[in-house]
């Protein structure tokens, strides 16, 4: 038996003797199933295929991306903090060469993961480098494809990982979509991780906020205000998303942006068509 994982999204389930019929988080309105049909493969069809690059993008903050790209390509984050190294979000790719380069910066103490669509290999993660627990929130169980004793579910709206490093449920795109905020990144001035629950957007400056990005689908005003507050009262002059980063000052950036967002979903903006035009 073997342990498949979905092409699209890079979800791994449980062992089977044959694929699943369908993969539970791509038959969803936040992702797609493939063009091409629902296809599988295995993370030993991929192993000697692709590589997991190791990028240092300030002090104590590494990514974790494949190359080529395993799944939707998003990148993880290696935070190492004076009380212990987390994990924050999973890569589809794993190998023994990952572990070998993560040992090497002091290991891991816990994985915490935004949502169902990074949650990809985690269970290999964990098992490989120690039974590490991994803290997701207990509103995206359904989305649990493989379930294990090293997930760890919490409630309410924040959890303290680490001292200085909290997840705090945002919500908008999962029910449970969850962000970190590390107190003490950037010589004190604070970051946020957001895997897409906030992403940057082509013009850096700004970032956005939706249900679905493959498919276009916004969120609503309420949602987006939710997301824009809960982060608001945190320090962070860094924004990181799934993929990249904002330019300038990152908590500004999120209250602008939710603005921006807000107005158009009100057709508060120039140049809109109104009902009696």
Not at 149 to 159: F, I, M, N
């Amino acid at each position: 038996m073997q342990h498949y994982l979905c092409v699209t999204c890079g979800a791994q389930y449980p062992a089977s003797d044959t694929p699943p019929a369908r993969c539970l988080i791509c038959d969803d309105d936040r992702q797609y199933i493939n063009p091409d049909g629902q296809q599988w493969t295995t993370l030993a069809a991929l192993q000697g295929h692709h590589i997991n690059r190791f990028a240092a993008i300030a002090p104590g903050i590494t990514t974790i991306s494949t190359e080529p790209k395993v799944g939707i390509g998003e990148h993880a984050h290696l935070l190492q903090t004076p009380q212990g190294n987390v994990l924050w979000d999973c890569i589809a790719y794993f190998d023994d060469a990952t572990v070998r380069e993560i040992q090497a910066r002091g290991g891991i103490t816990a994985i915490a993961i935004s949502h169902p669509h990074f949650y990809s290999t985690m269970i290999e993660w964990s098992r490989a480098l120690g039974n590490v627990p991994i803290h997701l929130h207990a509103d995206n169980q359904p989305w649990v494809m493989r379930p294990d004793p090293a997930v760890r579910y919490w409630d309410g709206e924040s959890l303290d990982l680490l001292p200085g490093v909290t997840l705090l449920r945002c919500g908008g795109h999962f029910p449970g979509s969850t962000v970190l905020h590390w107190r003490d990144a950037n010589d004190g001035a604070g970051a946020l991780f957001t895997g897409d629950t906030i992403k940057v957007v082509a013009d850096q400056r700004w970032v956005t906020f939706m249900y679905s990005y493959p498919n276009s689908i916004p969120l609503d005003e309420y949602t987006v205000r939710h997301i824009a507050d809960t982060v608001a009262p945190l320090p962070f002059a860094r924004l990181y998303d799934g993929w990249t980063s904002v330019t300038g000052d990152a908590n500004d950036a999120v209250r602008r942006s939710a603005e921006r967002y807000i107005a158009h979903l009100r057709g508060d903006t120039p140049g809109r068509l109104r009902p009696d035009q």
